[in-house]
């Protein structure tokens, strides 16, 4: 595509010493070169049609070089002025077929009128030509004014000389390794962390990967410069020094810029500025000389509009494209240095990008002697106290200087540094990094505390305790060791106090007893017991965690308890329920056999004195009284040594019932309440430690 950069009016400026500033408080002033005949030094400006000054230079897709044609005056000859006159018509026809093909908004048809100038056709069937901004779309390209029939014209001899250039296009973005793998991590992060944190809390972590991705597919070889400030700072002041030529208006009306404009350096970089939204009548190019292009070459230069602007769209385009940019300029000025927005709203929130920011005190010139050393001094000790790394003594940071972009003071110094800032190339991704550091330093308090977490072994066995306790797996044991007792007493008894017994138990009566407890107060109980175990392991767990993940870990103990008493008043029936008798040692049948003698013994006495009393037997009270009495000794001594060994036996069985119930109960609140626990503190481990790659640490934190 053919572009056109300027055409350069030589005719006298005295009918156009108009200086109307849009309405919209941004100015489309600039300059194509300067006419060193004129003492001044002002360069000279076209006209437009409804009067207002064009812009000088805008970005085109292909360098385009401007030759200035000499007026010849009347002694030229009439050939050659005809010559002339054809040559000046077509250049101007290409001139404005050219600013026809730039991209505009709408549909046009490229047409021609009834004196063979072209005109562009628009959606609604009217031409630019009808409204008086058809020309004003950016480009340098000036339409030569009109004059009415019968008027005479002195038309300056207009040369255009075009060059088409194909150039290819610049290489992408490309982040370093590091960069790369913290913000994968950091994708990662949002990605595991989406059930559990709300989208605001991550809603900046997102943007930083939506900006990074973006930025990524952007031009690597040129760095966005943002220059911002307060009100009657000197920016637009600043940024024509930066230029060269007037590009942005100033003035002491408050405020002057009411839109940004940007001014590129090298070509090359429309969708950067596409991606800060600045339309293409807003964008401009610099005065062109070979060692400011080669010193700046690759920068693209915004001026913003006042942060401190009474209109609030001012203020929020600023924050927009703060955000976007690689690099900010920030002007200060000896009055509002240290405002209290300035530092709070913007230095001090972005005090990490200090790599990424230079500060001007700008306005040198008003300040007397040591004033401007002492002012420098105080600036620099205020964006200390804002936690902005200065960067001094060649450590990384912010650059502060002061200049004067009235007088010029300074302007070369900050040329240099800005030339070696754009020479590494760096400045996109150090402001990713810094924006990725300050994202995570936001969501620190969400994945970091500091603290210990988890549940220890103590929590885990103090819950099986309680849950045990619930389920009565204590009274279960002991039931279960006075069960074995008894049925050691019933085998190894004497038959006589057995049959006591029996008689006992079946002569006893059951009415009017009332148990101690009633079985719903008992049910009752257990439930409170176990919903009590919950809450005391979920607190446990969900110490030193924080918020959203102590909410997490306690909702999904809440959730394990949901049917727990339920399934422990299953378990323990089945644990409890009797398989059979209890196992008997080997000493039993040894212990029945002499209860078994002892009674024998007891009856052949008995007898044997029942024979004696009725004359069957002859009398010999000796002996049957002393079976007798081995019989009603033996049996007892047998029962009682029976009961003495019982002992042991008994309580390891009822140590051994208690055991499998506890561990049945601790299996089911295990299954239920831990491991879910234990997923939710795992799943956070997990993302401290991709929490722990953003940061860079080596360790995971917290």
């Known amino acids: 595509m053919t572009a056109v950069t300027a055409v350069t009016d030589h005719t006298d400026h005295a009918d156009h010493t108009g200086d109307d500033s849009p309405e919209d408080g941004t100015s489309d002033h600039g300059m194509s070169g300067h006419d060193t005949s004129d003492p001044g030094g002002a360069s000279d400006q076209g006209s437009s049609e409804n009067g207002r000054p064009e812009a000088a230079r805008s970005e085109t897709d292909s360098p385009v070089s401007v030759t200035k044609a000499q007026p010849e005056g009347k002694a030229g000859t009439e050939t050659e002025a005809k010559a002339g006159t054809e040559t ?21 048809t490229r047409v021609k ?7 562009v056709k628009t959606d609604d069937g009217g031409t630019p030509a009808e409204s ?39 290489l992408p973005l490309a982040y370093d390794a590091p960069l790369r793998s913290r913000l994968d991590a950091l994708r990662e992060l949002v990605g595991s962390s989406r059930t559990r944190l709300d989208s605001r809390t991550l809603a900046e972590a997102s943007r930083v990967l939506d900006e990074a991705t973006a930025r990524r597919k952007l031009s690597g070889e040129h760095t966005v410069v943002a220059i911002a400030g307060a009100t009657g700072s000197g920016k637009s002041q600043l940024f024509n020094a930066l230029a060269g030529v007037a590009i942005s208006e100033t003035g002491v009306r408050r405020p002057t810029t009411a839109a940004p404009i940007a001014c ?12 800060l939204g600045i339309p293409g009548r807003l964008r401009r190019r610099p005065l062109q000389s070979p060692e400011a292009e080669a010193q700046l070459r690759g920068l693209v230069l915004v001026d913003l509009p006042d942060h401190d602007s009474a209109a609030v769209q001012h203020r929020e385009q600023v924050d927009r494209i703060l955000a976007l940019v690689d690099a900010v300029i920030w002007v200060v000025d000896p009055e509002k240095y240290a405002d209290a927005m300035l530092h709070e709203r913007y230095l001090r929130p972005m005090a990490g990008h200090g790599e990424v920011t230079f500060v001007v005190l700008n306005q040198v010139d008003r300040l007397p002697g040591e004033a401007a050393d002492q002012v420098l001094d105080d600036l620099r000790r205020l964006l200390d106290e804002d936690g902005i790394a200065l960067g001094e003594y060649g450590e990384p940071g912010a650059t502060v200087m002061a200049l004067s972009a009235l007088t010029g003071d300074g302007i070369g110094e900050l040329r240099e540094s800005l030339g070696q800032f754009l020479a590494e190339r760096g400045a996109a991704a150090r402001r990713i990094s810094a924006d990725l ?5 936001r969501l620190r308090p969400v994945y970091s505390t500091g603290r210990r977490t988890g549940l220890s072994e103590e929590a885990r066995d103090e819950f099986a305790d309680r849950l045990a306790d619930a389920v009565g797996a204590t009274a279960a044991g002991q039931a279960a060791e006075r069960a074995w007792r008894r049925n050691a007493n019933r085998a190894c008894g004497t038959p006589w106090l057995r049959l006591w017994r029996w008689v006992q138990d079946r002569g006893d009566s059951t009415t009017g007893r009332l148990s101690v407890r009633a079985p719903a107060d008992e049910e009752a109980t257990a439930r409170q017991r176990v919903e009590q175990a919950v809450r005391t392991v979920a607190d446990r767990a969900a110490r030193g965690l924080p918020a959203p993940w102590a909410q997490a870990v306690r909702e999904a103990a809440v959730r394990g308890a949901q049917g727990l008493s339920e399934a422990l008043d299953e378990m323990a029936t089945r644990a409890t329920t009797p398989v059979g008798r209890p196992p008997r040692p080997g000493w039993w049948p040894a212990a029945v056999l002499a209860q078994v003698s002892m009674t024998i013994l007891q009856i052949i006495g008995g007898l044997w004195l029942l024979g004696q009393i009725i004359g069957f037997m002859a009398p010999n009270l000796g002996v049957p009284v002393l079976l007798m009495l081995a019989g009603i000794i033996g049996g007892p001594a047998v029962e009682w040594g029976s009961r003495m060994a019982a002992r042991g036996p008994a309580k390891r069985y009822g140590l051994e019932a208690e055991r499998r119930l506890r561990e049945a109960a601790a299996g089911c609140g295990r299954a239920r309440v831990l491991d879910p626990v234990a997923a939710e503190l795992l799943r956070y481990r997990e993302v401290r430690e991709q929490y722990g790659r953003v940061t860079g640490a080596s360790a995971p934190v917290g």
């Open 132 to 170: 008086e901004t058809a020309w004003d779309d950016g480009l340098i390209a000036r339409r030569v004014s009109e004059t009415a029939p019968g008027q005479e014209t002195h038309a300056p001899s207009l040369v255009l000389e075009t060059k088409t250039a194909v150039q290819a296009p610049p």
């Open 437 to 441: 550091d300050a994202a995570a330093a």
């Open 113 to 119: 009128d009834d004196a063979g100038h072209p005109r």
């Open 88 to 108: 000046e018509a077509e250049d101007t026809e290409r001139a404005q077929e050219a600013a026809f093909d730039a991209p505009r908004g709408g549909t046009h």
């Open 264 to 275: 590129s350096w090298s070509d090359g970089a429309a969708t950067l500025i596409d991606r």
